[in-house]
Protein backbone atom coordinates (compact mmCIF):
# COMPACT_ATOMS: atom_id res chain seq x y z
CA UNK A 1 0.00 0.00 0.00
CA UNK A 2 1.32 3.51 -0.46
CA UNK A 3 1.58 5.49 2.39
CA UNK A 4 0.97 9.41 2.61
CA UNK A 5 5.17 9.51 3.21
CA UNK A 6 5.80 7.92 0.00
CA UNK A 7 3.22 10.04 -2.03
CA UNK A 8 4.39 12.86 -1.09
CA UNK A 9 7.86 11.49 -1.99
CA UNK A 10 6.94 10.72 -5.14
CA UNK A 11 4.69 13.77 -6.35
CA UNK A 12 7.53 16.10 -4.55
CA UNK A 13 10.86 15.19 -5.07
CA UNK A 14 10.72 15.48 -9.21
CA UNK A 15 8.91 18.42 -9.23
CA UNK A 16 12.16 19.98 -7.01
CA UNK A 17 14.37 18.24 -9.32
CA UNK A 18 13.02 19.70 -12.27
CA UNK A 19 13.07 23.25 -11.12
CA UNK A 20 17.16 22.36 -10.32
CA UNK A 21 16.36 25.06 -7.05
CA UNK A 22 18.46 24.65 -3.93
CA UNK A 23 16.38 23.08 -0.95
CA UNK A 24 16.52 24.74 2.86
CA UNK A 25 18.46 22.66 4.95
CA UNK A 26 18.50 22.84 8.81
CA UNK A 27 21.30 24.99 8.80
CA UNK A 28 19.76 27.93 6.72
CA UNK A 29 17.62 31.21 7.55
CA UNK A 30 14.10 30.75 5.40
CA UNK A 31 13.11 33.89 6.37
CA UNK A 32 16.69 35.29 4.72
CA UNK A 33 16.75 33.07 1.84
CA UNK A 34 13.06 32.50 1.01
CA UNK A 35 12.52 35.82 -0.94
CA UNK A 36 15.79 35.11 -3.15
CA UNK A 37 14.68 31.41 -3.76
CA UNK A 38 10.87 32.26 -4.80
CA UNK A 39 12.29 35.26 -7.08
CA UNK A 40 14.85 32.71 -8.54
CA UNK A 41 11.81 30.37 -9.13
CA UNK A 42 10.07 33.55 -11.10
CA UNK A 43 12.51 34.07 -13.19
CA UNK A 44 13.21 30.49 -14.34
CA UNK A 45 9.66 29.62 -15.07
CA UNK A 46 8.49 32.41 -16.63
CA UNK A 47 5.85 33.32 -14.43
CA UNK A 48 4.14 36.98 -13.91
CA UNK A 49 4.55 36.09 -10.41
CA UNK A 50 4.35 33.52 -7.51
CA UNK A 51 4.03 33.35 -4.00
CA UNK A 52 4.52 30.56 -1.65
CA UNK A 53 4.80 29.52 2.35
CA UNK A 54 6.44 27.44 4.46
CA UNK A 55 4.76 25.77 7.23
CA UNK A 56 5.48 23.71 10.17
CA UNK A 57 2.72 21.64 12.62
CA UNK A 58 3.36 24.77 14.68
CA UNK A 59 3.84 28.07 12.83
CA UNK A 60 4.46 29.54 9.41
CA UNK A 61 8.53 29.60 8.57
CA UNK A 62 8.40 31.70 5.71
CA UNK A 63 6.05 33.65 3.81
CA UNK A 64 7.05 35.46 0.43
CA UNK A 65 5.73 36.61 -3.20
CA UNK A 66 7.81 37.94 -6.09
CA UNK A 67 6.16 39.03 -9.19
CA UNK A 68 4.03 41.51 -10.45
CA UNK A 69 0.26 41.71 -9.88
CA UNK A 70 -0.80 42.08 -13.65
CA UNK A 71 2.03 41.62 -16.77
CA UNK A 72 1.28 44.80 -18.11
CA UNK A 73 1.52 46.94 -14.96
CA UNK A 74 4.87 47.71 -12.60
CA UNK A 75 3.35 47.47 -9.47
CA UNK A 76 4.33 44.36 -7.01
CA UNK A 77 2.19 41.66 -5.83
CA UNK A 78 2.64 41.04 -1.88
CA UNK A 79 2.39 37.99 -0.14
CA UNK A 80 -0.94 39.65 1.85
CA UNK A 81 -3.02 39.82 -1.35
CA UNK A 82 -5.50 37.90 -2.57
CA UNK A 83 -4.25 34.91 -4.43
CA UNK A 84 -6.48 32.63 -7.28
CA UNK A 85 -5.58 29.02 -6.02
CA UNK A 86 -7.88 26.93 -8.63
CA UNK A 87 -6.22 23.57 -8.87
CA UNK A 88 -3.49 24.22 -6.66
CA UNK A 89 -6.12 22.48 -4.25
CA UNK A 90 -6.34 19.28 -6.22
CA UNK A 91 -3.22 18.41 -4.42
CA UNK A 92 -4.41 19.07 -0.93
CA UNK A 93 -7.06 16.84 -2.02
CA UNK A 94 -5.37 14.15 -3.50
CA UNK A 95 -3.01 14.29 0.05
CA UNK A 96 -6.11 13.67 2.20
CA UNK A 97 -7.42 11.20 0.16
CA UNK A 98 -4.17 9.48 0.90
CA UNK A 99 -4.46 9.68 4.34
CA UNK A 100 -7.86 8.38 5.13
CA UNK A 101 -6.22 5.70 2.77
CA UNK A 102 -3.56 5.19 4.98
CA UNK A 103 -5.61 5.04 8.56
CA UNK A 104 -8.16 2.45 6.37
CA UNK A 105 -11.10 4.50 6.44
CA UNK A 106 -11.34 4.48 2.69
CA UNK A 107 -9.15 2.26 -0.43
CA UNK A 108 -7.75 2.75 -3.00
CA UNK A 109 -10.05 0.70 -4.93
CA UNK A 110 -13.48 2.02 -3.44
CA UNK A 111 -15.52 2.99 -6.08
CA UNK A 112 -18.01 5.82 -6.58
CA UNK A 113 -21.29 3.12 -6.12
CA UNK A 114 -19.85 2.09 -2.23
CA UNK A 115 -18.76 5.85 -1.96
CA UNK A 116 -22.63 6.81 -3.01
CA UNK A 117 -25.01 4.07 -2.75
CA UNK A 118 -27.84 6.10 -2.46
CA UNK A 119 -26.85 7.58 -6.28
CA UNK A 120 -26.37 4.14 -7.91
CA UNK A 121 -29.70 4.60 -9.66
CA UNK A 122 -28.75 8.07 -11.09
CA UNK A 123 -25.70 7.45 -12.39
CA UNK A 124 -24.30 7.02 -16.08
CA UNK A 125 -23.04 4.29 -17.38
CA UNK A 126 -19.53 2.69 -15.71
CA UNK A 127 -19.71 5.67 -13.14
CA UNK A 128 -19.80 3.88 -10.07
CA UNK A 129 -17.21 1.31 -11.16
CA UNK A 130 -14.66 4.50 -11.08
CA UNK A 131 -12.34 3.86 -8.26
CA UNK A 132 -10.52 6.49 -5.88
CA UNK A 133 -7.54 6.13 -7.40
CA UNK A 134 -8.40 6.83 -10.92
CA UNK A 135 -9.74 10.19 -9.42
CA UNK A 136 -6.71 10.68 -8.26
CA UNK A 137 -4.75 10.14 -11.40
CA UNK A 138 -7.15 11.86 -13.80
CA UNK A 139 -8.00 8.37 -15.21
CA UNK A 140 -11.98 7.92 -14.68
CA UNK A 141 -13.43 8.99 -17.51
CA UNK A 142 -14.89 12.22 -16.61
CA UNK A 143 -12.96 14.21 -19.03
CA UNK A 144 -15.59 17.16 -18.94
CA UNK A 145 -17.49 19.55 -16.30
CA UNK A 146 -20.80 18.29 -14.86
CA UNK A 147 -21.62 21.94 -14.89
CA UNK A 148 -20.22 25.74 -16.07
CA UNK A 149 -17.74 27.59 -13.76
CA UNK A 150 -20.49 29.52 -12.18
CA UNK A 151 -22.32 26.60 -10.95
CA UNK A 152 -26.18 25.73 -11.78
CA UNK A 153 -29.55 26.59 -10.64
CA UNK A 154 -29.65 22.85 -8.81
CA UNK A 155 -27.09 24.33 -6.13
CA UNK A 156 -26.97 28.16 -7.16
CA UNK A 157 -30.53 28.94 -4.60
CA UNK A 158 -30.04 31.59 -1.61
CA UNK A 159 -29.66 29.52 1.68
CA UNK A 160 -27.70 26.65 1.17
CA UNK A 161 -24.41 25.88 2.97
CA UNK A 162 -21.56 25.25 1.02
CA UNK A 163 -21.77 21.33 2.00
CA UNK A 164 -25.22 21.34 1.01
CA UNK A 165 -24.39 22.90 -2.49
CA UNK A 166 -21.45 20.50 -2.58
CA UNK A 167 -23.81 17.14 -2.07
CA UNK A 168 -26.32 18.96 -5.01
CA UNK A 169 -23.60 18.72 -7.18
CA UNK A 170 -22.73 15.31 -6.83
CA UNK A 171 -25.91 14.23 -8.58
CA UNK A 172 -24.92 16.69 -11.43
CA UNK A 173 -21.41 15.06 -11.95
CA UNK A 174 -22.08 11.54 -11.57
CA UNK A 175 -25.13 11.25 -14.22
CA UNK A 176 -22.85 12.43 -17.12
CA UNK A 177 -21.87 10.33 -19.36
CA UNK A 178 -17.94 9.14 -18.94
CA UNK A 179 -15.82 9.66 -22.36
CA UNK A 180 -14.07 6.59 -21.88
CA UNK A 181 -13.78 3.10 -20.22
CA UNK A 182 -12.31 3.97 -16.68
CA UNK A 183 -8.61 3.57 -16.41
CA UNK A 184 -8.18 3.25 -19.85
CA UNK A 185 -6.56 6.32 -20.68
CA UNK A 186 -6.02 9.91 -18.71
CA UNK A 187 -7.74 12.75 -18.99
CA UNK A 188 -8.08 15.90 -16.58
CA UNK A 189 -10.68 16.26 -14.69
CA UNK A 190 -12.44 19.14 -12.97
CA UNK A 191 -15.23 16.72 -12.10
CA UNK A 192 -13.52 13.63 -10.75
CA UNK A 193 -11.44 15.95 -8.37
CA UNK A 194 -15.05 17.67 -7.01
CA UNK A 195 -16.53 13.91 -6.54
CA UNK A 196 -12.96 12.70 -5.04
CA UNK A 197 -13.53 16.05 -2.38
CA UNK A 198 -16.62 15.06 -1.62
CA UNK A 199 -16.75 11.46 -0.84
CA UNK A 200 -14.02 12.33 1.18
CA UNK A 201 -15.51 14.38 3.73
CA UNK A 202 -18.65 12.20 3.19
CA UNK A 203 -16.80 9.53 4.81
Known amino acids: ?61 ALGAAGRRRIDQPSAVTAGMHWQLGSITKTFTATLAAVLVERGKLGWDATLSEIYPKLVGVMAPNVGKVTMRQLVEHRSG ?8 EGAKEFNQPGLTLSKRRQRSVRLAVRDRLAFEPGSQSQYSNRGYNLLEIGRAHV
Request: net charge positive.
Open 1 to 61: MTTRREFLLRSGTPLLASLALPVLGRGDEPADEFGELIAALRKRTRLPAIGAVIVNRQEVV
Open 142 to 149: MGTDAFPW
